[in-house]
């Protein structure tokens, strides 16, 4: 694989087509793997001189923001230096000078910013279900699988195995078992084709990681933010609402929030990153495992806009079905209201809509009053003003409930709350990863609590 990859490079600068492997834009581990992978493949096992090139669909300034990407590149002893990202490559260009070949792996719908290639895609390969409106009109081959590593796999040993190497086949063990977290049955990630072809790589090399090994150290790394800038881990794992020119942005960060908190030059960074990307409010929502083995969510609003701030807190405080359990936080900053959140099983996703009423409330609140001129608009500057003036007495008070609202059982053959195989594979992120592990955990810690009575 090292050889094939050093070789890709200097295949881009020659003038002839070329025959990219694309990547989905999230680029996690799997849809990396496949795209090298697949490329691999192709490279060796095409009789004539076309030129095939796999392509990370990300800026390589982004790297270091999927530690799992960058500690397996490690582990297989291939150096970052010799992949090809997205920013080093003119997709579009080469479309237009007719010299482009497209085939996609883990994705088959192409962003609206490369509509365009449309044109140029002549496969994919994913494990999806397929979006008919969008789909490239090509040879489509996909199949509901835990991870897309494994039809990558499946094609190499029923097409070519003797091209494959340690290193190869390293990549797509480590890969299937990250993704369909370690083959466990309780999770019901992994099918019976997964299972498969990870005993076919170990039959063919023994050596390869022991599971539970190469799981531990691919989840550690996947959620490991040392020695990331405080702007890389807000962007690590973020999302973002906008409406009527307001956006608001909301990060997940794996630590504790107050050694967050505590970091140097903190909030000159938060201010940078929200200027860098216009968002008027950032919510950070930090999330880890205590000394205990039991989960610790905690949340932290921040921005300027004094009335945007205000009216997110008080929807959060007040906010009932989910109910978060809100604690305030003493927080140094002014700028800054940070909580203990006591329900742990409120993630991000069901945190949107909470912040999404938020902000209509903010936008509905900056409306002109019946009966005034409309010439007349009352600035942001204006309201925060107004809203500073009135201080706490706007913001209010926790909710004194001690009842969480009932709580939709989990499914069994899925990490995300209400999403059945039954509607295809669940989208995985590191977040519904550590949803149901604080779900194990907090499972484990009653039943305990239990067999003591």
Known sequence: MEDYLQGCRPALQESRPLHVVLGNEACDLDSMVSALALAFYLAKTTETEEIFVPVLNIKRCELPLRGDIVFFLQKVHIPESILIFRDEIDLHALHQAGQLTLILVDHHVLPKSDAALVEAVTEVLDHRPIEQKHCPSCHVSVELVGSCATLVTERILQGAPEILDRQTAALLHGTIILDCVNMDLKIGKATPKDNKYVKKLEVLFPDLSN???????????????????????????????????????????????????????????????????????????????????????????????????????GVLERSQSPFLKLTPIPSIHPNLQAYLQGNTQVSR???????????????????????????????REQMDKEMNKAGNSLSPGLSQDEEDPPLPPTPMNSLVDECPLDQGLPKLSAEAIFEKCSQISLSRSTTASLSKK
Do not use: W
Request: hydrophobic content about 45%; some cysteine.
């Open 211 to 313: 599971r539970n090994d190469i799981f531990d150290a691919l989840q550690k790394a996947k959620f490991d933010v040392s020695g990331l800038t405080t702007e890389q881990m807000l962007r690590k794992d973020q999302k973002t609402i906008y409406r009527q020119g307001t956006k608001v942005a909301i990060s997940a960060i794996y630590m504790d929030l107050e050694a967050f908190l505590q970091r140097s030059d903190l909030i000159a960074d938060l201010q940078a990153f929200c200027q860098a990307h216009s968002y008027d409010i950032l919510v950070a929502m930090t999330i880890f495992f205590n000394t205990n083995n039991e989960p610790v969510r905690q949340l932290a609003v921040f921005g300027p806009h004094v009335a945007l701030r205000i009216t997110i807190c």
């Open 349 to 379: 996703k069901k945190l949107l809509p909470l912040l999404q009423e938020a902000l209509s409330a903010y936008l509905d609140s900056m409306k002109i009053p019946a009966g005034q001129p409309e010439s007349v608009s009352v600035s």
